[in-house]
């Protein structure tokens, strides 16, 4: 059963850097794809970035040249980067992780139900 538990969000000006942070437990896949999307109340989820176990990154152009991702295989930790952030950037933030990198394809780890409670960012 795995388990997922984002933090690192909070409430920041415009233009100000956040690093969120995902442990990842429980898991024994031998490929698999992790990522994270967000959420506003009454809007669909939005997908931000993913990695596989290959390490190949993707980062959607919504977001591109601000966020990056990265994962950390020591500590089971999956980072996402957001630089300059923007009042538009506000949304709750999740990390989500499925066996196989095919989940990576045209985001498709964001419909898992394999994912955090989430952290929320507030940009004003």
Request: proline share 2%.
């Amino acid at each position: 059963h795995v388990q997922l538990v984002e933090s690192g969000g909070g409430s920041v000006q415009a233009g100000e850097s956040l690093r969120l942070s995902c442990v990842v437990s429980g898991y024994r896949y031998s490929t698999y794809c992790m990522g994270w999307f967000r959420q506003v109340p009454g809007n669909e989820r939005e997908p931000l970035a993913s990695i596989d176990s290959d390490g190949r990154t993707s980062v959607a152009d919504s977001v591109k040249g601000r966020f990056t991702i990265s994962q950390d295989g020591a500590k089971n930790t999956l980072y996402l980067h957001m630089n300059n952030l923007k009042p538009e950037d506000t949304a709750m933030y999740y990390c989500a992780a499925e066996a196989g990198r095919r989940m990576c394809l045209a985001f498709s780890i964001i419909h898992t139900n394999s994912r955090g409670q989430g952290t929320q960012v507030t940009v004003s």
